[in-house]
């Protein structure tokens, strides 16, 4: 052989010919020369475009990379001394009424855009901006959030933990096929998105009193395997293209509006029964201890992580809570304002799915990265609820929403 391969790394060839001297004058022997060195060149050209394409890749991956980390800073920048446009989907529910009250005070009414896909009472039309937004229509929401000029997007569309189990095909297209639908939109148009998730994010598998913020989830309802989903994909979305994605694990949430498809809503449910009938037959048993808030913290906490600097923020994924009581602890407290409430149990498939729910939640990073605090206390809450429900349905042909409780 003529040639010889005298050195080769991962990144280089050195090859060297032999000169044709004296001893090599046969036409046989340089066709063998030049065809071998012919060869040896082809190959060469071939791992330097090898070697090229590696390292073009590994400069696209950085630039990727590298673009998520600017579009961080270009979100904390443009989010300074402005005043968003937000986008609530979902909003006839319970959270996403109060929370647009909330926020309105704050950013003005005409900043704050209330959408869903049904029709909304005359005070709901005359407290601010509602349109319609079918989560399932992506074209839609583009037209949305080109027109309204939004800045946040608060996603409350779900069906909820009970509701969902009823209907399964209808809560995959909601629940997961809507996340996909915001979450792209979000990173489209550069948006900041909330996205609440729920003690139905852990299933029997947790870690139950209590619940820390990191640890094994595998939940075993629809609604409870969407919404990790959700927090996962919302994960990856900040750390791979720099998405401004926040999302609070919310508990049973605690509203005077008249309940419908949670598993906690036996909280709401006594109230407006009770109240009203003076008996209430419950769905879980007594001793079943599960988290809870009261709805003004619920919102409080809402507000203030969207403002929270991102630094501050060590993950894009937070437990908060108020307290955890049973139905006999609540009952029992209600019944200082209802001496004569009668209570009966029969348990239901509901507490199936509370059994595998935490117990306590541990929501201590919340408090120590963005100070978060709670206000209401299981006496508190209950002489608001009494309040509430006194003055604004009992005696009153109120109207009751779709989609009401939250978990």
């Keep these: 052989m003529l040639c010889y391969l005298q050195k080769q ?12 001297t004296s001893s090599h004058r046969s036409q046989t022997q340089r066709r063998r ?7 040896l060149l082809r190959l060469l050209k071939m791992l330097a475009g090898r070697f090229l394409a590696l390292h073009a890749h590994k400069i696209v991956v950085r630039r990727n990379f590298s673009g998520a980390a600017n579009l961080k800073q270009l979100n904390n920048e443009r989010n300074q001394n402005r005043i968003p446009k937000i986008l609530i989907t ?3 529910g319970q959270l996403g009424s109060e929370c647009a009250k909330l926020l309105r005070k704050k950013y003005g009414k005409e900043n704050v855009i209330l959408s869903d896909i049904i029709k909304p009472s005359d005070e709901g039309l005359r407290s601010g901006p509602f349109i319609f937004a079918d989560i399932l229509d992506f074209k839609g929401l583009q037209k949305i959030v080109v027109n309204h ?9 779900a069906l909820l933990s009970a509701v969902g189990e009823q209907n399964v095909p209808l809560a995959v297209r909601v629940n997961i096929e809507g996340m996909h639908n915001v979450i792209e939109l979000a990173k489209q148009y550069n948006l900041r998105i909330f996205v609440p998730s729920t003690i139905g994010a852990f299933g029997p598998e947790s870690p139950r009193n209590p619940t ?4 094994i989830q595998r939940p075993r309802t629809i609604y ?7 927090e996962l994909l ?8 720099g998405l401004d994605f926040r999302c609070l694990r919310f508990p049973g949430v605690i509203s005077s509006d008249p309940p419908s498809g949670g598993t906690t809503d036996y909280a709401v449910s006594v109230f407006h029964e009770g109240m009203r009938t003076g008996k209430y037959e419950c769905y879980l048993e007594p001793h079943t201890r599960m988290p809870m808030m009261y709805i003004e913290d619920c919102l409080n906490a809402l507000l203030q992580f969207l403002n929270a600097p991102d630094e501050l923020l060590r993950r894009r994924v937070y437990n908060v809570t108020a307290m955890s009581f049973t139905p006999e602890e609540l009952f029992s407290e209600i019944k200082k304002h209802v001496p004569n409430l009668q209570i009966t149990y029969k348990p239901d498939s509901r507490q199936l799915i509370a059994d595998s729910w935490p117990q306590v939640f541990d929501d201590s990073e919340a408090r120590q990265d963005w100070g978060w605090q709670h206000k209401y206390d299981i006496s508190g809450l209950v002489s608001l609820m009494v309040r509430d429900v006194n003055q604004n349905w009992l005696g009153k042909n109120g109207e009751q929403r779709k989609e009401n409780g939250y978990v």
Excluded: C, M, Q
């Design 149 to 157: 000029r939004v800045d946040w997007l608060i996603h409350f569309s």
């Design 234 to 241: 919302g994960e990856y979305y900040y750390h791979r293209f």
């Design 90 to 92: 979902g909003g006839l």
């Design 212 to 215: 820390p913020n990191v640890t």
């Design 9 to 20: 790394t991962e990144y280089s060839i050195e090859i060297s010919f032999l000169p044709i």
């Design 224 to 230: 409870g395997v969407s919404k990790v989903h959700a």
């Design 33 to 39: 020369y030049y065809k071998s060195r012919s060869s």
